[in-house]
């Protein structure tokens, strides 16, 4: 072993060397991080501004082109000036004779400041090919400051033209390279640029990160250009976020400087910011002034941009102040701008607002035509936040529209946009933070690395100076002390950086550990929501582990709960309903992931109350709802008017004239009188009732009889086929034709005079689709020749009182509909347009056998016997008991159960009950006929008794032998069916007598 002795002399030259270097080392960094107290920032930014003219300077090319460029380069702030000096020194270089390496240099220079005077003129495609030809001749001269510029440009170019992924790779090669050259005012502008990319993706924590960093590297350099920039980009940030009150400090900051440095054209796009936060802040009319002084300084200065953009905002300051028509105007005009230079973020969202003012306004079709638009844009250049709004403005409209099938469908795909953008926020933002958390410590090695080559290049110059090993040790040991010094500062910025976006954050956020159910960390908008929720790094608030079960208030705890004991831990949402203890509904929407930290397994959770959210929601429906009932309401008073003008017309008529016309009045006022009960028949079809009185049919027999019926007198041509083996099937007979007659007549109308119709009956066995379960069903189908269905009526067929027919109810087809609904059926169609439509009915089958038929013998009743009517509404009582009186029956008549009771328990006591009573259900405000009838039946078990209502989807009306009724008879009835009835029911101990 070898024992080296080094005297106390030459450690104590060894320390005062090493001091030495530390002291000059440290005094370097000083100088290169700068200060914004010192005239360091000024000078450095001074030096860096210079760095490309200082290269340009050294070329050897015309003065005047030199002079020409360096001008253009110093105009860069004003974009119309840039763009006019760059191509005039374009034009002189290229008439030199010599095109030298110095020569080609220039002209990729002169290029780039080219794209960028296009940039400010508003044309993109233009300035894309301008720096890609740049970037192309950089390239060619590997040179690295050149290649940088270029690739600034072009992002600039791919972001405007909405290539955002283009447009983030040229920006970050651009940033490498200056960050490794420490062109710092470079680098503050390519921060900015990082920073408006990934707001227009919104990635908003990333982005207010690029922007905070530029506008501290403006500070530092005292580049008030800089930090003006940078101001202005935060306070759009802020605006994002909502923070208003903080975007409009920001943008005030933007707003001074470039008003004291005369840059107009910047200073007016941050007054027209200041307008739009204006504007969310409730105050339009204080947004106007600045706002016009604005649009006349775009359009003094030829900014196409920036004159697009303030006539957008004021279109919604005027749409705030309900100038609807003005607001329009303006849309219609930044759209146009939008288009000439080929915008296409702006184009959508502007065509989003036309849409939405053309809601409000009532032009669906124009607001249709943009919102569609829009949609195909914002799916072509992937603007999710955009897509989902438009969603869910069409979702509305076609609402408005009543295509509630189109719009439900909008509305579930607006909802799937929403959750999977709210997912991949919260995902992509522990993917950018863990991305950066890479990034950085890369750089901290490179960092280490140089500081390791610097420290063996000065090992070297100290050996070749004949320094003393100790020397050379100590100074190395420095080396690496400052360059972990340095490393150790940039992890503790990183971690602060991070965790100001963490607590910036305005959901409500958890990091909550999955096994011991215990919160770790919180931001400070879930601490604002929560109690005993503890803030990081403060001792003042050690309480202990938190448990989740501890936290308040009680719609927080239940959610963070659900989502830890959610099964799948990967879920990346949940929205959640449940009852709080005070009885009211909640709504809570929570996305989470998880998360591993120092080795825990962890969840992270924002959680969400969107209990408002929906009951907005719910009173949307409502008002569809009632809307719906007004129109069926109007469309029944319509049709009821009509009938009684009808009846009463002919009534008045009758009483009027001679003995033959009043029997012809009366005729006509009968008919009307039946075709109202059809009306009503239909409107009980498709309601909650006009439940079917259903027994085992042959179908075959009742299809043809009701075809027969339905084809009367009507040129069309109808070929039937039925199935040899046809199951019976539980039908009401009376409602099943009049489901034959309502697709034959919309046959008919739709085919015309030359209109054929396939009818073909057969068996179905299995499940109709995937909503109804499987089975035997008898299955009947309706083909015409007609022209189809067109496409945007589809959805509105079934609906009550739709009609396209000059003629038509709009009844026809929705009581079909309602009408296989309440048998337990299905009805569907398929059509093309130009080649007919199908109708396709499902009818359950039976197993049961058909039963045979006995029809009454024609004629009216031989009164010899007593009848008792029950009815609350005199006029009622009155005309059946004329009726029974005509017959030559006693009658008496009672508008109370009570009373029919008691009458029934006097007579039948005195041993002379009556033969019959006809008795009403409801009576209002007393006894009806079902209870009347159970207290009789008790009295006399043999009482015979016929039910009458006017409530024909009273479950009685179709099961009325449960209640002890011998039949029904839904009113209004016929004098015909009431005599045809009674016979029924009397049977054979009662004679008839022919009908006069």
């Not at 993706?201 to 800089?226: K, N, Q």
């Not at 997912?423 to 500081?451: D, P, Y």
């Not at 048998?823 to 499902?842: C, I």
Request: glycine share 8%.
């Amino acid at each position: 072993m070898v024992s080296l002795r080094i005297s106390p002399k030459i450690l104590l030259v060894s320390a005062l060397i090493l001091l030495g270097v530390a002291e000059s080392l440290r005094a370097q960094d000083q100088s290169t991080l700068g200060s914004p107290d010192s005239e360091h920032g000024a000078a450095i930014e001074k030096a860096a501004r210079a760095m490309v003219l200082e290269e340009l300077e050294r070329r050897t090319i015309p003065e005047r082109i030199k002079s020409l460029l360096i001008d253009a380069e110093n105009q860069r702030d004003e974009p119309g000036r840039c763009l006019e000096l760059a191509t005039t020194a374009l034009d002189r270089l290229q008439a030199l004779p010599d095109a030298g390496r110095a020569a080609i240099w220039a002209r990729a220079f002169a290029l780039a400041l080219r794209s960028w005077g296009h940039q400010g003129a508003g044309n993109y495609q233009s300035a894309r090919t301008m720096a890609d030809e740049a970037y192309d001749i950089a390239a060619r001269l590997d040179d690295d400051t050149l290649i940088a510029e270029a690739q600034y440009y072009r992002a600039v170019a791919e972001w405007r033209l909405a290539d955002h992924n283009a447009a983030l790779a040229h920006a970050s090669e651009a940033f490498e390279i200056q960050q490794q050259h420490n062109d710092l005012r470079a680098l503050g502008r390519t921060l900015s640029l990082l920073g408006i990319i990934h707001r227009s993706t919104s990635e908003l924590d990333l982005s207010i990160e690029y922007h905070l960093e530029a506008l501290t590297l403006g500070e530092e350099l005292g580049d008030e250009i800089a930090i003006a920039r940078a101001s202005n980009n935060v306070g759009l940030v802020y605006w994002k976020l909502e923070r208003l009150d903080d975007a409009e400090q920001a943008l005030k900051r933007a707003f001074e400087i470039n008003t004291r440095l005369g840059r107009l054209s910047t200073a007016a796009r941050s007054a027209s910011n200041i307008g739009l936060i204006l504007i969310e802040q409730g105050w339009p009319e204080k947004a106007l002034p600045l706002l016009e002084e604005a649009q006349t300084v775009y359009e003094k200065n030829d900014d196409r941009l920036g004159l697009a953009l303030v006539l957008g905002n004021l279109g919604f300051a005027h749409e705030k102040l309900d100038d609807r028509d003005v607001a329009i105007d303006y849309a219609k005009r930044s759209l146009a701008i939008r288009l000439e230079i080929g915008a296409k973020h702006g184009i959508v969202r502007i065509r989003g607002t036309l849409g939405r003012l053309y809601l409000d306004a009532g032009d669906t079709d124009a607001a249709r035509d943009q919102l569609e638009e829009a949609l195909g844009l914002a799916a072509e250049i992937g603007a999710r936040n955009e897509q989902a709004e438009i969603l869910r403005l069409l979702a509305d409209l076609h609402q408005e529209l009543g295509a509630f099938k189109k719009a439900l469908e909008l509305h579930r795909e607006f909802h799937k946009v929403h959750t999977e953008i709210a997912g991949e926020k919260t995902l992509n933002r522990i993917a950018i933070l863990e991305a950066n958390h890479e990034r950085k410590r890369r750089q901290r090695e490179i960092v280490a690395t140089r500081a390791l080559a610097a420290t063996r290049a000065e090992q070297r110059d100290w050996f070749i100076a004949g320094s003393a090993l100790l020397t050379v040790c100590l100074i190395a040991l420095a080396g690496l002390y400052l360059a972990r010094s340095r490393a150790q500062r940039a992890v503790a910025e990183s971690e602060r950086r991070y965790r100001r976006l963490f607590e910036n954050s305005t959901t409500p956020t958890f990091v909550i550990e999955r096994n011991s159910r215990t919160l770790i960390d919180s931001n400070a908008s879930a601490r604002s929501l929560c109690s005993r929720v503890p803030i990081p790094d403060d001792p003042a608030t050690e309480r202990g582990p938190i448990m989740i079960e501890s936290i308040e208030p009680e719609w927080v705890r239940v959610a963070l709960a659900r989502m830890i004991d959610e099964q799948d831990h990967a879920a990346p949402a949940l929205d959640d309903c449940w009852i709080e203890r005070s009885g009211r509904l909640r709504w809570t929407e929570v996305r989470g992931c998880a998360v591993t930290l120092q080795g825990r397994e962890c969840q992270l959770i924002t959680v969400r109350d969107t209990t408002e959210q929906r009951a907005h929601e719910q009173a949307r429906l409502r008002e569809d709802k009632m809307e719906a009932l007004g129109l069926l309401a109007g469309g029944i008073a319509h049709d009821f008017n009509n009938v009684l003008t009808s009846i009463i017309g002919h009534v008045g008529l009758a009483r009027d004239g001679s003995e033959a016309e009043r029997e012809e009045m009366l005729e006509f006022a009968e008919r009307a009188a039946i075709q109202a009960r059809r009306l009503t028949s239909q409107l009980l079809a498709f309601s909650k009732g006009g439940e079917p009185v259903r027994r085992s049919e042959n179908v075959g027999t009742v299809l043809r009889e009701a075809i027969e019926f339905a084809t009367a007198g009507s040129p069309l041509q109808v070929t039937l086929a039925v199935a040899d083996d046809l199951w019976p099937a539980l039908l009401d007979s009376g409602q099943f034709s009049q489901v034959v007659s309502n697709l034959v007549i919309n046959a008919q109308q739709a085919t015309g005079k030359a209109g054929r119709l396939r009818i073909h009956a057969s068996n179905h066995e299995g499940a109709i689709d995937r909503t109804t379960a499987a089975g035997r069903y008898v299955r009947i189908d309706f083909a015409d020749n007609g022209p189809g269905i067109p496409e945007h009526i589809r959805d509105h067929i079934l609906d009550p009182y739709f009609t396209t027919k000059n003629d038509g109810s709009g009844l026809g087809l929705a009581t079909a509909y309602a009408i296989v609904k309440h048998h337990g059926g299905v009805l569907r169609f398929e059509s093309r347009e130009g080649h007919g439509t199908t109708f396709s009915t499902f009818f359950p089958a039976t197993r049961e056998s058909v039963p045979a038929v006995t029809r009454p013998e024609p004629g009216e009743p031989a009164g010899n016997g007593s009848v008792l009517v029950l009815d609350d509404e005199e006029l009622v009582r009155s005309v059946i008991a004329k009726t029974f009186e005509r017959w030559g029956f006693r009658v008496e008549a009672v508008a109370d159960g009570r009373f029919a009771v008691e009458r029934y328990r006097e007579r039948h006591a005195a041993g002379q009950p009556f033969d019959l009573l006809v008795m009403d259900l409801t009576i209002p405000g007393g006894m009806g006929g079902r209870e009347a009838m159970a207290a009789i039946l008790a009295i006399d078990p043999h009482a015979k008794a016929i039910v009458a209502s006017g409530y024909s989807d009273d479950p009685t009306m179709a099961r009325y032998r449960e209640a002890g009724f011998a039949a029904a008879l839904a009113k209004p009835f016929r004098r015909e069916d009431l005599a045809s009835t009674v016979t029924s029911v009397l049977g054979e101990s009662h004679h008839h007598r022919a009908k006069s």
